[in-house]
């Protein structure tokens, strides 16, 4: 041990501090080192020796380099307190790497060697020590060290307690981008921390900073987009953060607000998702079941639409063939759907379903069974209120709808409709009157098939709407059909025939007076003789024939069929072809009136026409209907192409 410590002060200058006063040596020490015989120096007292003392050894790297020692048994030369030692030498080359990561402090090394007895360690600094590896026992800096701010409430401690306390927590920053990526990747972990971050910052889920610009989405309808195997964890973690947050029903109940999407809210999403257990989170919440889509996106296709629902939650449900969402929309005990809301356009969802039939067989299925389950539901639960005479702000009904856009498969069900439950057998349009055998009677609900008055009836649509291809098909559907049958037995028979005959007749004097009409003079022409009389009562017939068919025509071609260039053309060319005959026989009898014989072309034209028109009540016999309309459709055809060129 002696040995050792001779090696070491030879290297060393040791410095006799202030330290030294305070022990019971009252004056300077002195050194001796007897290098002849090998002796070692011996302090008085090894226990009065300040050790940190020696830290400046270590740290004073600029200091200027100390010359060699020529000898190692020269005699150490003793300096006193406060003097510079200008040939110190710095001992960290000594110790090469000493100072590393992982590599024990030199001085402790030091300590270790000279003293048998542990050294006490001094107490650590503030909290911003912690961040070296290892201190240093130098003189203190002159620059001012910054200070680690801590957490509110908590102060310095020592150094055992500062290596056994758990860290701060950081407090996560949530931001829109960072928040859809979570929910679209349904990580419900890596939105631990969102309650604290909107709480400390006093947010909403429903800011503008947690919404898309485009559209006001906000991270609700994005998780409902992004499900993975019909599940998305973060769901239920955001309905409860909205709701600690205290603006969950807003949270709920946000809409889109874009041209496309506007209305839409993460109820919809989630019926649309077919997510039951979603739904059902959301009602149970708070969520608004009547929100109502009226974006461009659900608006029908001939309006530029897509998808075209009915606007609202249950009607969505019922168009997408989801009864026990329908069932739970209808009867939940938080808020339950009113079967008799109407959207936008007055439609219920009886209408909606009417509305996207597409008369395929699987389709005509699905909607036949989901509108019977609809209105039985609606008459159990609104005894008063039938749901399917409910009007639009068309003025019409669901069947009238049906009729109207040509849906035969919903058209056909609903008015041949037999229910069997005698709780709401009223609803049924179809009775079994008796049967024996394969045989049997039936009678048919007629309300709103046939009417007369003001309401338009469902036959009444059917014929003079001209914008369904298939309302030939629809006008043989049982009953229509027998009903047509009972009244062309009834009354129309009679007044066909009448009709051909009056018409024949009309033409007949048409043609005497064209054929007799003087060919001397200017008219118009004088009557003096009886023939000069009879000329005058066919011209008056004639002219009056015209005005007939001109007003008609006018009520039958433009203002109950309302069709266009082509449907005129090619449904309405009869009544097209009578029109202008009778236009042409008004002309006539205004340029006889004026005194210009050119009236006499314009008769000749009005007279071909007429006799052409004879066509028309060939449609009445069985031999002759079918080729009547054949002919009919080749004039019109090609009528159509001469002006569509």
């Known amino acids: 041990m002696n040995e050792g410590r001779s090696a070491l002060f030879r290297r060393c200058h040791l410095a006799l501090s202030k330290a030294d006063t305070l022990t019971s040596a009252p004056a300077k020490a002195e050194l001796s080192v007897d290098a002849g015989d090998g002796g070692s120096a011996q302090p008085e007292s090894?226990?009065?020796?300040?050790?940190?003392?020696?830290?400046?050894?270590?740290?004073?790297?600029?200091?200027?380099?100390?010359?060699?020692?020529?000898?190692?048994?020269?005699?150490?030369?003793?300096?006193?307190?406060?003097?510079?030692?200008?040939?110190?030498?710095?001992?960290?080359?000594?110790?090469?790497?000493?100072?590393?990561?992982?590599?024990?402090?030199?001085?402790?090394?030091?300590?270790?060697?000279?003293?048998?007895?542990?050294?006490?360690?001094?107490?650590?600094?503030?909290?911003?020590?912690?961040?070296?590896?290892?201190?240093?026992?130098?003189?203190?800096?002159?620059?001012?060290?910054?200070?680690?701010?801590?957490?509110?409430?908590?102060?310095?401690?020592?150094?055992?307690?500062?290596?056994?306390?758990?860290?701060?927590?950081?407090?996560k920053t949530f931001n829109r981008s960072v928040l859809f990526d979570c929910v679209s990747r349904g990580d419900p972990a890596a939105l631990d921390g969102l309650l604290e971050y909107l709480q400390s910052h006093d947010k909403r889920l429903t800011d503008e900073e947690f919404r898309e610009p485009s559209t006001g989405k906000t991270c609700l309808p994005k998780a409902l987009m992004n499900l993975y195997g019909g599940r998305n964890d973060t769901i239920p973690l955001m309905v409860d953060i909205a709701e600690k947050t205290g603006n969950l029903r807003e949270f709920l109940n946000s809409p889109f607000?874009?041209?496309?999407?506007?209305?839409?809210?993460?109820?919809?999403?989630?019926?649309?998702?077919?997510?039951?257990?979603?739904?059902?989170?959301?009602?149970?919440?708070?969520?608004?079941?009547?929100?109502?889509?009226?974006?461009?996106?659900?608006?029908?296709?001939?309006?530029?639409?897509?998808?075209?629902?009915?606007?609202?939650?249950?009607?969505?449900?019922?168009?997408?063939?989801?009864?026990?969402?329908?069932?739970?929309?209808?009867?939940?005990?938080?808020?339950?759907?009113?079967?008799?809301?109407?959207?936008s356009r007055g439609n219920t969802v009886l209408h909606a379903l009417v509305h996207i039939a597409d008369n395929t067989k699987d389709n005509t299925r699905f909607l036949t069974k989901m509108y019977d389950v609809l209105l039985i539901k609606s008459a159990k639960l609104y005894p008063d209120c039938s749901l399917e005479t409910v009007l639009n702000s068309d003025g019409m009904s669901p069947l009238m709808m049906a009729a109207k856009l040509g849906k035969i498969g919903v058209f056909q069900h609903i008015i041949r409709r037999e229910i069997k439950d005698?709780?709401?057998?009223?609803?049924?349009?179809?009775?079994?009157?008796?049967?024996?055998g394969p045989v049997y009677s039936s009678l048919y609900d007629l309300s709103s098939l046939d009417t007369c008055g003001e309401e338009p009836s469902v036959l009444e649509i059917l014929v003079y709407n001209s914008r369904n291809e298939n309302r030939h098909?629809?006008?043989?559907?049982?009953?229509?059909?027998?009903?047509?049958?009972?009244?062309?037995?009834?009354?129309?028979?009679?007044?066909?025939?009448?009709?051909?005959?009056?018409?024949?007749?009309?033409?007949?004097?048409?043609?005497?007076?064209?054929?007799?009409?003087?060919?001397?003079?200017?008219?118009?022409?004088?009557?003096?003789?009886?023939?000069?009389?009879?000329?005058?009562?066919?011209?008056?017939?004639?002219?009056?024939?015209?005005?007939?068919?001109?007003?008609?025509?006018?009520?039958?071609?433009?203002?109950?069929?309302?069709?266009g260039v082509k449907s005129l053309f090619i449904d309405g060319s009869f009544q097209l072809l009578y029109f202008i005959y009778s236009v042409l026989i008004v002309v006539t009898a205004a340029l006889y009136l004026s005194g210009i014989k050119a009236y006499v072309s314009v008769m000749v034209f009005a007279l071909v026409l007429g006799w052409m028109n004879t066509l028309y009540f060939t449609r009445g016999l069985k031999l002759t209907g079918t080729y009547s309309i054949m002919i009919q459709k080749t004039f019109s055809d090609s009528c159509w192409c001469m002006c569509s060129s």
């Open 257 to 343: 607000r874009d041209l496309y999407y506007r209305g839409q809210t993460a109820l919809h999403i989630a019926i649309e998702r077919r997510c039951k257990q979603y739904v059902e989170l959301l009602v149970e919440k708070g969520a608004d079941v009547h929100a109502q889509a009226r974006g461009r996106f659900f608006q029908p296709k001939d309006e530029g639409g897509y998808f075209y629902f009915g606007e609202l939650p249950l009607s969505l449900a019922a168009c997408t063939n989801q009864p026990d969402i329908v069932h739970y929309l209808t009867e939940n005990p938080h808020k339950k759907a009113d079967l008799r809301r109407q959207d």
């Open 46 to 171: 090894d226990a009065a020796f300040p050790l940190s003392e020696l830290s400046h050894l270590f740290e004073s790297e600029d200091a200027a380099p100390s010359t060699q020692d020529t000898s190692q048994d020269s005699a150490l030369e003793v300096v006193q307190p406060g003097q510079v030692a200008d040939s110190r030498q710095n001992l960290r080359m000594k110790f090469q790497g000493a100072f590393k990561k992982g590599i024990s402090n030199p001085m402790d090394l030091l300590e270790s060697t000279i003293y048998e007895s542990n050294v006490v360690p001094g107490p650590k600094k503030a909290p911003m020590d912690s961040l070296f590896d290892y201190g240093t026992y130098g003189h203190m800096s002159n620059q001012k060290r910054r200070r680690k701010k801590l957490p509110r409430g908590k102060t310095a401690t020592s150094g055992e307690d500062d290596q056994s306390s758990d860290p701060p927590k950081v407090v």
């Open 422 to 436: 005698e709780e709401v057998r009223h609803l049924s349009r179809k009775f079994k009157d008796w049967a024996y």
């Open 473 to 563: 098909e629809m006008l043989a559907v049982e009953p229509i059909n027998e009903l047509l049958r009972a009244k062309w037995q009834k009354f129309a028979a009679v007044t066909f025939y009448i009709s051909v005959v009056s018409y024949l007749i009309t033409m007949i004097i048409f043609t005497l007076v064209a054929y007799y009409h003087p060919t001397h003079g200017t008219p118009p022409y004088p009557y003096i003789s009886s023939s000069d009389y009879l000329r005058m009562a066919g011209e008056i017939v004639t002219l009056a024939s015209g005005i007939f068919f001109f007003l008609t025509n006018i009520k039958d071609v433009f203002l109950k069929k309302c069709p």
